[in-house]
Nanobody, 119 residues
């Protein structure tokens, strides 16, 4: 199994930036594609971004976040990141990282980190 621990959330003003980190342990990190998801109060969880096992393939983003968010990974550190710029109040949510074997589904999830953007 893979254990995932997110960090880096917090309170930020609109227009600000945050970088989320997700540290993995347990299995070979580079075997897993990684994703970030988020869930706002009263809403369903939504996809944010994903990155391939090596990090050199195509990364995918939800259109509304593509210009502002960047996913990256450091396999030597077993960590995936989400750089979030130009944050908006509607970005307020709990952000989760997830891992999946390819092919497969996201079967491993972290506990989430809260991001709150004030207007």
């Amino acid at each position: 199994q893979v254990q995932l621990v997110e960090s880096g959330g917090g309170l930020v003003q609109a227009g600000g930036s945050l970088r989320l980190s997700c540290a993995a342990s347990g299995r070979t990190f580079s075997n897993y594609a990684m994703g970030w998801f988020r869930q706002a109060p009263g809403k369903e969880r939504e996809f944010v971004a994903s990155i391939s096992q090596s990090g050199t393939g195509t990364s995918y983003y939800t259109d509304s976040m593509k210009a502002r968010f960047t996913i990256s990974r450091d396999n030597a550190k077993n960590t995936v990141y989400l750089q979030m710029n130009s944050l908006k109040p509607e970005d307020t949510a709990v952000y989760y990282c997830a891992a999946k074997e390819v092919p497969g589904q996201y079967n491993y999830w972290g506990q989430g980190t809260q991001v709150t953007v004030s207007s």
